[in-house]
């Protein structure tokens, strides 16, 4: 069975940095497509960024620049570093993962975490 466990969440004042990390257990890490969604209050769940099978990335237009999404197959772990946080980006953060090489949509995504809150201040 597998199982996604987000970490990292946390307040932070508007400008620092922040690394959240997935943990993956119950399947093998490597060869399948991970990717970051967000939920923040009042709104839809958005891609943060998807990383397939290979480690190349896509970001979404607003994170560009300023978040990486990265992974360390030997240890089934998911990454995502924030950096230049901003309020707009207080959010629930979630984990998920694919059953193909590469994602496309968060329709690829089978697997979901349970999330973890990032709260920006100012």
């Known amino acids: 069975q597998v199982q996604l466990v987000e970490s990292g969440g946390r307040l932070v004042p508007a400008g620092n940095s922040l690394t959240l990390s997935c943990a993956a257990s119950?399947?093998?890490?490597?060869?399948?497509?991970m990717g970051w969604f967000r939920q923040a209050p009042g709104k839809d769940r958005e891609l943060v960024g998807f990383?397939?099978?290979?480690?190349?990335?896509t970001h979404t237009d607003s994170v560009k620049g300023r978040f990486t999404i990265s992974r360390d197959n030997a240890k089934n772990t998911l990454y995502l570093q924030m950096n230049s946080l901003k309020l707009e980006d207080t959010a629930v953060y979630f984990c998920?993962?694919?059953?193909?090489?590469?994602?496309?949509?968060?329709?690829?995504?089978?697997?979901w975490g349970k999330g973890t809150l990032v709260t920006v201040s100012s």
């Open positions: 998920a993962g694919s059953r193909l090489y590469s994602a496309y949509d968060k329709d690829d995504m089978y697997y």
């Open positions: 119950g399947r093998t890490f490597s060869g399948y497509a």
């Open positions: 990383i397939n099978g290979g480690g190349f990335t």
